[in-house]
């Protein structure tokens, strides 16, 4: 079954780092970019930046460089997203999605990961 | 950055009635790199019309998309119940924005 198995929801105190996983089963691992993108309550998506599995490669949106990490294990076909120095308004779903290529459409989306940022 | 502009903001439309999403980019969106995606509550985005007229694995072809250029559109011909959602419009051609979405409700 092509999936992508995101970890369970996380509570963190202002300041604090997350670090969200997503497990993808049922296709080949490599051969799709993992996107992160995140949903503020009731808010819309924001897309976050991108991994290449093959190569580790990665790139983010500019106002999350400096903040984020996406890092890949390709022996367990996990993605993971670090968030740093967590604030309130960090506070939201994070999905992980699919594409083919790096500037491409999402076919395949997590569940989604709350984190909710509360002193 | 191109911003992209869903109108309108919320749509109130009666099972079996035509709806219509209008999506429009501050910047020409190149090769059509538009997609289309449904969120229901508590779900993940489901992807519906990609490349501005492709339907997804699965959709029914009640979805249509249409339009070039900086105007794109989500056409549902007869609403189904199920229909009721909200729906993004995303630009994917040289990096990665979301319009922030048009909410379909039952009038």
């Known amino acids: 079954q092509v999936q992508l198995v995101q970890s369970g929801a996380e509570v963190k105190k202002p300041g604090a780092s997350v670090k969200v996983s997503c497990k993808a089963s049922?296709?080949?691992?490599?051969?799709?970019?993992m996107h992160w993108v995140r949903q503020a309550p009731g808010q819309g998506l924001e897309w976050m930046g991108w991994i290449n599995p093959n190569s580790g490669g990665t790139n983010y949106a500019q106002k999350f460089q400096g903040w984020v990490t996406m890092t890949r294990d390709t022996s367990i076909s996990t993605a993971y997203m670090e968030l740093s120095r967590l604030r309130s308004d960090d506070t939201a779903v994070y999905y992980c999605?699919?594409?083919?290529?790096?500037?491409?459409?999402?076919?395949?989306w997590g569940r989604g990961t709350l984190v909710t940022v509360s002193s | 950055e191109i911003v992209l502009t869903q109108s309108p903001g919320t749509l109130s439309l009666s099972p079996g009635e035509r709806a219509t999403l209008s999506c429009r980019a501050s910047?020409?969106?190149?090769?059509?790199?538009l997609a289309w995606y449904q969120q229901k509550p508590g779900q993940a985005p489901r992807l519906l019309i990609y490349g501005a007229s492709s339907r997804a694995t699965g959709i029914p072809d009640r979805f249509s998309g249409s339009g070039s250029g900086t105007d794109f559109t989500l056409t549902i011909s007869r609403l189904e119940p199920e229909d009721f959602a909200v729906y993004y419009c995303?630009?994917?051609?040289?990096?990665?924005?979301f319009g922030q979405g048009t909410r379909l409700e039952i009038k």
């Open positions: 049922g296709y080949t691992f490599t051969g799709y970019y």
């Open positions: 910047q020409s969106v190149s090769s059509s790199y």
């Open positions: 995303q630009q994917y051609g040289t990096c990665h924005f």
């Open positions: 999605a699919r594409g083919l290529r790096a500037w491409w459409y999402f076919d395949l």
